[in-house]
Each structure stands twice: as structure tokens, then as C-alpha cells.
């Protein structure tokens, strides 16, 4: 459609519009009822009613009808409820759009939150009895620790006769290259002495490790570790 025939288009509805607010407009008077044709002659059908109240129907084709209407009730009748229709319709269409909006946002909304809280999850992890090696690996028939990657916070319940105070912890590969390095206050809660430190292992691959830990100052004493 070129710019001329879009601007006819245009006019064209503006009249439309004209002439279908003056045929309402003879319907709010209470005319309704005064042409009755219960024969409907002459009447140019439902599907010709629902092109016009749709504007499909081309204004110069639907302009001989006009007259018709002014002078059909049945047909002003028919052409009302078809408007009404058509505009629940639109309203149906708007408003379920809205709701899968509102639900995709919500969902949006569901995920983040659920993301958010996997990226700042914290894991404890109850060492009190491994049996580990000082300076060493902890014996071979202990299963691994289990660590996510998304943990962010780490809580070590550390071995009975464990000392409070300042403690560093390393992850390190199994070749021994030390791929974090972090720290933190261990104090005695409830009898247990416990180790709060934060963590991030983001960047490791899924696989086994160390976890080395020492009072500050003394010997490591290293956990095997399961990234996953």
C-alpha cells in the first residue's frame, strides 16, 4: 500500500467512524423499535452487518447501506450486538494478553529470586569426624566433602580440640596448586568450634580437591572436597 492509498484508508475510516456514531446515535433516541421488519427485506445479512461493525467492509461499499440502517430496526439491533461483541472480543484478547504478561513476569520474578539465592547459598560442612592427617590428606576411605559451586558462605564445624581464633583455608587441585585462598575467626558455639568464612568457587571445575585449613601460623590439615 502506497502513501495515497493509505491516506484514502485512513479517511475513509474517519467516515466510517462518522456514519456509525450517527447510526448509534438515531439508536440512543429510542428509534430502535420504530422501523419494525420482521420479514427482514432488504436487509444485507449478518456477515455484511459484521464486516461493517468490523471495518472490513470498504466505506464505499458499506455508504448505500447507511439509509438502510436508519430505517431497519432488526438490522440496527443486529449491527449493536455485533459492535458489543466484537469489542468484549478485543477487550478478551487485551486482557488475556496482559494476564500472560503478568505471568511471564511473575515467573521472571520467581526465577531471578530462585537464582539469586542459588549465587548466595551457603553450605555447612561437619568435619568433626575426619579423621585427617596433619599436613597430610585425610585417609582415603572417608567419602569427599560435598561443595556447590554457587557457595557463597561456608560454615566448618571444626574437630573437637580444635582452637578458636584466626584461621586461613585453601581449595586445592590434586597436583596441590592452591586455587583459593580465604580466611576467617573460628569461635566456640554450643560446645562445637566453628569456622564462618566466605567462599567462592565459581571459576573451579566439577571435580574432587583439597580443602586445606590451619590455625594461623600452624600446620595444614587438608579434607578431600567434591565440587559439583
Request: proline share 5%; with cysteine.
Amino acid at each position: 500500500m502506497n502513501k495515497e492509498q493509505a491516506d484514502q484508508s485512513l479517511r475513509d475510516q474517519k467516515q466510517f467512524g462518522k456514519e456509525e456514531k450517527r447510526i448509534l446515535g438515531v439508536l440512543s433516541q429510542g428509534l430502535a423499535g420504530e422501523f419494525p421488519n420482521p420479514k427482514r427485506v432488504g436487509c444485507p445479512g449478518t456477515v455484511f452487518l459484521e464486516g461493517m461493525a468490523s471495518h472490513q467492509i470498504p466505506l464505499s461499499e458499506a455508504e448505500k447501506w447507511l439509509d438502510h440502517l436508519g430505517s431497519c430496526s432488526p438490522c440496527f439491533l443486529e449491527f449493536t450486538a455485533i459492535r458489543k461483541k466484537l469489542r468484549k472480543r478485543r477487550w478478551f484478547r487485551l486482557g488475556g494478553g496482559l494476564v500472560v504478561g503478568l505471568v511471564a513476569l511473575a515467573l521472571w520474578i520467581a526465577l531471578r529470586s530462585h537464582s539469586d539465592v542459588g549465587r548466595d547459598q551457603t553450605a555447612i560442612l561437619d568435619v568433626r569426624g575426619y579423621a585427617a592427617e596433619r599436613g597430610g590428606e585425610s585417609p582415603s576411605n572417608q567419602p569427599p566433602l560435598e561443595l556447590g559451586r554457587n557457595t557463597r558462605h561456608l560454615v566448618l564445624y571444626l574437630p573437637i580440640g580444635s582452637r578458636q581464633g584466626s584461621y586461613d583455608l585453601v581449595m586445592l587441585n590434586q597436583i596441590g596448586n592452591e586455587l583459593f585462598h580465604g580466611g576467617g575467626i573460628a569461635q566456640l558455639e554450643n560446645h562445637v568450634v566453628v569456622l564462618r568464612t566466605d567462599i567462592d568457587l565459581a571459576d573451579l571445575p566439577a571435580g574432587l580437591y583439597s580443602l586445606g585449613l590451619r590455625p594461623r601460623g600452624f600446620q595444614w590439615t587438608r579434607f578431600p572436597v567434591r565440587v559439583f
